[in-house]
């Protein structure tokens, strides 16, 4: 089993070494990571300056670039190879509901889908890593289930999971779960800066909106590592006879000869 790994919070982040400590011994793994933070970077690549990789004094490769970058570099050239599953995380912090659009984290897991590859993104839901060991024994048990059961070898799936931090022997089964629903984020910050320009910081994420059961907001309240499954296309199926008939009525453009 080859396993590629990355995140979004950088190579040295504790998320990442705890799980590179957790699956190590389940396959080949290899680490490809930012070199800095780079949290709701979500999909994005580079394409307008080079890209660099480094090696760290553990051996892990790090990228001046965004979570995609590291995961579309491994994949069409550094490796060499295509491996069996590519894993991501594990976050400082938790990606739900509408979480999973802007996260670096599910980002670089997504790049590996999109390449035909498994793959699983990990986050806890708190930031600050409190228990961190439990979250990397329980993203393990997940990883080593998938192996033994040969599902990496299946058709390319896309798993986002968020892992309550709590002492291991308090954390329930695994729950799948959608995904909730946030409210809208809370407003930017401004401040006058030394050169008396105004700044902006984004603000926070907001409060969950759809935390019913069922959702992955509820599950993870209850103490159950969540696991939803996700996909890519985004067209609103249900609406596109509507759209369609909408479209039916615009003027329609001059022929050319």
């Known amino acids: 089993m080859r396993i590629l790994l990355s995140n979004d919070d950088g190579y040295q982040a504790p998320g990442i070494v705890a799980l590179y400590e957790a699956i190590r011994d389940l396959g080949e793994v290899e680490v490809v990571a930012p070199e800095h933070n780079n949290s709701a970077k979500s999909n994005a690549l580079t394409l307008h300056a080079p890209l660099y990789v480094n090696v760290a004094a553990n051996g892990f490769?790090?990228?001046?670039?965004?979570?995609?970058?590291?995961?579309?570099?491994?994949?069409?050239?550094?490796?060499?190879?295509k491996p069996d599953l590519v894993v991501s995380g594990?976050?400082?912090?938790?990606?739900?509901?509408?979480?999973?659009?802007?996260?670096?984290?599910?980002?670089?897991?997504?790049?590996?889908?999109l390449f035909g590859i498994p793959a699983?993104?990990?986050?806890?839901?708190?930031?600050?890593?409190?228990?961190?060991?439990?979250?990397?024994?329980?993203?393990?048990?997940?990883?080593?289930?998938?192996?033994?059961?040969?599902?990496?070898?299946?058709a390319p799936w896309l798993l986002n999971v968020n892992i309550p931090n709590r002492p291991y022997g308090e954390l329930k089964p695994y729950k799948v779960s959608r995904l909730g629903r946030?409210?809208?984020?809370?407003?930017?910050?401004?401040?006058?800066?030394p050169r008396g320009e105004i700044m902006y910081w984004i603000g926070g994420a907001g409060l969950p909106k759809d935390d019913a059961e069922g959702t992955d907001f509820h599950a993870s309240l209850q103490g159950h590592p969540t696991i939803t499954p996700l996909k890519?296309?985004?067209?609103?199926?249900?609406?596109?006879r509507y759209w369609a008939q909408a479209a039916a009525q615009l003027p329609p453009g001059e022929e050319k000869a």
């Not at 509901?97 to 889908?113: F, K, L």
């Not at 708190?126 to 070898?153: F, M, N, P």
Request: include cysteine; glycine fraction near 8%; charge should be negative.
């Open 61 to 81: 490769r790090y990228v001046n670039g965004t979570p995609a970058d590291c995961v579309h570099v491994a994949l069409t050239g550094l490796l060499g190879y």
């Open 90 to 113: 594990i976050n400082n912090g938790a990606n739900m509901g509408d979480d999973t659009i802007y996260s670096g984290t599910v980002g670089a897991a997504m790049e590996g889908y």
């Open 120 to 154: 699983i993104a990990f986050s806890q839901v708190e930031k600050g890593w409190s228990h961190l060991d439990a979250a990397a024994r329980k993203a393990r048990e997940l990883v080593q289930y998938l192996v033994a059961h040969h599902r990496a070898q299946e």
């Open 182 to 193: 946030r409210h809208a984020a809370d407003q930017v910050i401004s401040q006058t800066s």
């Open 232 to 240: 890519v296309d985004l067209t609103d199926h249900d609406a596109l």
